[in-house]
């Protein structure tokens, strides 16, 4: 919504602009990827492979801790592909493909992780 120039945010939750390993399976194949960003339901990336509109998704989720960041907890969820956009490459001849992921079966324990993340990552303002 704009009003008066203002931007207003829809969401609900807040998002954190990382780039963390997550890895999504469908019935069909395995990718590999990175997230751009990442909230407690959900989070966007981008793909090499078009996934339809609500293709349903088991999901691994990467989240580094300690002082080094090389160490991980790890969320698994399901999900569903709630938005894709296929993005043209200038230097590649192949597609790739921006993908909002919506986290549609997460057990608490899992969001608790999240939160716990975003807690420690939290941008300082």
């Known amino acids: 919504m704009n009003r008066n120039n203002t931007y207003v945010e829809r969401r609900r939750h807040l998002r954190i602009d990382k780039h963390l390993g997550v890895k999504l399976k469908t019935g069909d194949f ?7 960003n990442l909230s407690c339901l959900g989070a966007y990336c981008q ?13 691994a ?10 160490e991980f907890d790890y969320v698994e969820c ?3 592909a709630v938005r894709v956009e296929e993005v043209l490459s200038e230097t590649n001849v192949d597609s790739v ?12 324990s899992e969001k608790k992780k999240i ?11």
Not at 30 to 36: M, N, S
Not at 47 to 59: A, D, F, G
Not at 61 to 70: F, K, M, R, S, T
């Open 97 to 108: 493909y921006n993908t909002a992921i919506y986290f549609n079966e997460i057990e608490e």
């Open 115 to 125: 939160a716990n993340f975003f807690e420690e990552h939290q941008p300082k303002e």
């Open 61 to 70: 989720l990467a989240l580094p801790y300690g002082d080094q960041g090389n």
């Open 30 to 36: 395995d990718l590999a990827t990175e997230t751009i």
């Open 47 to 59: 793909l090499n492979k078009h996934i339809p509109l609500m293709t349903s998704l088991k999901i």
């Open 78 to 80: 399901n999900g569903v």
